[in-house]
């Protein structure tokens, strides 16, 4: 009799105690990461919000306004939002179109996009930090053709009925473990796209392990590298643990095989610090100045 009561009460003390870790753990769930910091106390302003994420910034927002106070990146200023325009706009302009923005980071170039007169922008991001950055830039720029959402774009690509006029991915497919998903979901959503990427080369590019992938009939060879800083604040890479990088024949052939094939270099790079870059342009053939579907 006596075992069994001192069992009874040890099943009703390990009971209490899980009941409190889930009570403990719903109440953490709840709480503010802020603490009781977030409630601000000074005059409203949008400097206020950016100071949300000081630090953490990689643009330099004193391009914007002197008083904001950001990182080191000049990209409020960045010229590829117009290149886009000049090679696959109208007149130097987007006047009209819809764009599909992939990993906009801090809304840099969505701004300009939208300066430059795209009529709707959808800007998808899957970091969850740069996207709120996003939405504190969206308002304090006045921005009022651009949305954004937070999420894996490969899957929106995969999955939409919807086509755009053009996608602009800029500094985006080296950081994909599966570049060729996303060229085949580019293709799939639009007729013009705007690349801006580093590729590989073995003379400049190395600790990178080879693998040989096949999909829809096309060859090619990954050079892929784990990510060992995505914890960082500074961390701005893709959503997966690695990235595979391409050989830039390989990525225009790409394009190619997935029926994008007319293609326009507008800039290269074999110095650049990070490794060899490439900005080019890729249109279905008969594509220039018709309108998405």
Not at 109 to 114: D, G, N
Not at 195 to 213: A, M, N, Q, S
Request: glycine share 8%.
């Amino acid at each position: 009799m006596a075992s069994i009561i001192r069992n009874a009460a040890l099943l009703a003390l390990r009971s209490f105690y899980v009941s409190r870790a889930r009570v403990q753990n719903m109440l953490a769930h709840r709480r503010s990461p802020f603490g009781a910091a977030k409630f601000e106390q000074r005059s409203p302003s949008h400097a206020n919000a950016i100071e949300i994420f000081a630090g953490r910034w990689a643009t330099d927002l004193s391009q914007l306004d002197p008083t904001w106070q950001g990182g080191g990146a000049m990209l409020a200023a960045d010229n590829r939002p117009l290149l886009a325009a000049q090679y696959l706009g109208k007149e130097n302009r987007l006047d009209g179109m819809s764009v599909l923005e992939l990993g906009p980071l801090e809304a840099m170039h969505t701004h300009r996009l939208e300066q430059l007169g795209a009529a709707r922008i959808l800007a998808i991001e899957s970091n969850v930090e740069a996207y709120l950055k996003c939405l504190i830039v969206k308002e304090a720029l006045r921005m009022t053709h651009s949305s954004f959402m937070l999420g894996d774009f490969n899957l929106y690509l995969q999955d939409t009925p919807e086509r755009f006029d053009l996608v602009f991915a800029c500094g985006v497919l080296y950081h994909m473990e599966d570049p060729l998903r996303l060229i085949r979901g580019i293709a799939r959503a639009t007729d013009k796209c705007f690349i801006w990427t580093h590729y590989f080369d073995e003379r400049l590019t190395k600790g990178r392990t080879p693998l040989t992938v096949a999909a829809d009939g096309f060859s090619t060879t990954y050079y892929r590298a784990p990510y060992l800083d995505r914890a960082q604040p500074g961390f701005w890479g893709g959503n997966k643990p690695s990235a595979s990088w391409m050989k830039r024949k390989d990525i225009l052939a790409a394009f190619r095989h997935y029926g994008m094939d007319e293609i326009d270099i507008i800039d290269e790079d074999e110095a650049a610090p990070h490794g060899a870059t490439i900005c080019f342009v890729a249109t279905r053939s008969g594509a220039a100045g018709q309108p998405a579907a």
